[in-house]
């Protein structure tokens, strides 16, 4: 059992930056590969990225690409999505999910477990 909790959500303003976190409990929390989502209001919940469970593969959606940039402290069991250049677009709900798979964690049927969410609003 994982249980995960995000963290960095807020207002910012239209090229600004804000770095999600996302702890997590459990002694395993290594053995999972890590995913960031998004969910904005009307609209299915969408991938954004996804690191592997040693941090040396990530995964970004075309959308993002350049701009976030996903990581992890293992000693910490936290993940990062460091969020840059920032669109109005962009605003959403923000969930950090766990799961074991093998190769690119990249659909929400991937996770087997999810955190709570955290707004990020991004005024133009």
């Known amino acids: 059992q994982v249980q995960l909790v995000e963290s960095g959500g807020g207002l910012v303003q239209a090229g600004g930056s804000l770095r999600l976190s996302c702890a997590a409990s459990?002694?395993?929390?290594?053995?999972?590969?890590m995913g960031w989502f998004r969910q904005a209001p009307g609209k299915e919940r969408e991938f954004v990225a996804a690191?592997?469970?040693?941090?040396?593969?990530?995964y970004y959606a075309d959308s993002v690409k350049g701009r976030f940039t996903i990581s992890r402290d293992n000693a910490k069991n936290t993940v990062y999505l460091q969020m840059n250049s920032l669109r109005h677009e962009a605003s959403a709900v923000y969930y950090c999910?766990?799961?074991?798979?093998?190769?690119?964690?990249?659909?929400?049927?991937?996770?087997?477990?999810w955190g709570q969410g955290t707004q990020v609003t991004v005024s133009s």
């Open positions: 459990g002694r395993t929390f290594s053995s999972y590969v």
């Open positions: 690191i592997s469970w040693g941090g040396g593969t990530t």
């Open positions: 999910a766990a799961g074991m798979v093998v190769g690119a964690a990249t659909r929400h049927c991937d996770y087997n477990y």
